[in-house]
């Protein structure tokens, strides 16, 4: 899926000159290559780097997935970027808006990739970008909570857009999605991203100031996992399978568990989640 558009280069001229926003990517670091964005916005907050501080690179050779996996992240293709949050509710709002926080820049990210491309991205709790069946996209955020001053969120995107299907990995080829492989035909990354940009720093400013409630009814119209069957892998290492019922206050999700596995309501805040049937 070669063409000029889909191989234009991610420069921080033609990024900032979309920029519609206040803040974010209004500092940006454009790389060719990193080990990972996450890593480089982790380093540059604790430096001090300001509120809305983008990385962006062409290519991770270390990107980092949840739960410690492994981000693909060829050259070229794709969205790889991370910003940070500086801005902070108040000590009492803290842990609350931490937990939100993955769950409002999912849908940052599933509105822009909407807004952009006019395909309907769904949502996988936590914070996977799904198109059908297919992963699109993921979140991975890390914090940092060492007082006021010195607390911040780093929240990383990966976004496949334009690897052709058969370009992925095989472990992964059956499972994920590109927008160019959904569209059938290229994005520039430069659109997007600044989309991406808006949004998020749209959702940002108003989870200062709106109830977290507000969000998770956002996020639950996107959701694809609520009301789904499905099998959870615990932090633990233990499996269920139940029914997705609902998010609780903190954004975790609330399954109904199968009769045959004791039944009950269970409160997961992390997990990897497969969608059944
Ligand atoms: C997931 O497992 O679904 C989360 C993937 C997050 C990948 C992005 S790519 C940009 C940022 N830097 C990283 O190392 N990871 C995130």
Redesign the pocket.
């Known amino acids: 899926m070669a063409s000029p558009v889909d191989s234009r280069p991610l420069s921080k001229e033609a990024i900032q000159a979309l920029l519609q926003t206040n803040t974010f990517g209004r500092t940006l670091h454009v790389l060719q290559e990193t080990a990972?964005?996450?890593?480089d916005a982790m380093a540059l907050a604790q430096q001090g780097a300001e509120d809305g501080t983008v990385v962006v690179a062409e290519r991770?050779t270390a990107?980092?997935?949840?739960l410690g996996?492994r981000?693909y992240?060829p050259p070229g293709d794709n969205l790889?970027?991370?910003v940070i949050l500086r801005r902070m509710p108040t000590p009492a709002e803290l842990p609350r808006w931490l937990s939100v926080v993955p769950l409002m820049a999912a849908v940052a990210v599933a509105r822009a990739v909407q807004a952009v491309t006019g395909l309907r991205p769904s949502l996988k709790w936590p914070?996977?970008i799904l198109i059908g069946d297919r992963k699109l996209g993921?979140?991975?955020c890390e914090s940092s909570v060492a007082g006021p001053a010195r607390t911040f969120v780093v929240v990383?995107?990966?976004l496949n857009v334009n690897t052709g299907r058969e370009s992925f990995p095989e472990e992964i080829r059956e499972i994920a999605t590109s927008l160019a492989a959904e569209a059938g035909r290229p994005f520039d990354r430069a659109p997007l991203l600044a989309a991406l940009l808006s949004e998020l720093e749209a959702h940002a400013d108003a989870l200062l100031t709106r109830p977290p409630e507000t969000f998770l009814s956002g996020y639950a119209r996107l959701c694809s996992t609520l009301g789904r069957r499905v099998r959870v892998r615990l932090a633990d290492g233990e499996t269920i399978e139940g029914q997705a019922d609902s998010l609780a206050p903190d954004g975790s999700l609330r399954i109904i568990r199968d009769q045959a596995q004791g039944g009950g309501l269970l409160e997961v805040r992390v997990g990897d989640i497969i969608h059944l049937r």
């Open positions: 990972s964005t996450n890593g991770q990107g980092k997935g949840r996996r981000w992240s790889y970027c991370s914070n996977d993921g979140l991975l990383g995107i990966g």
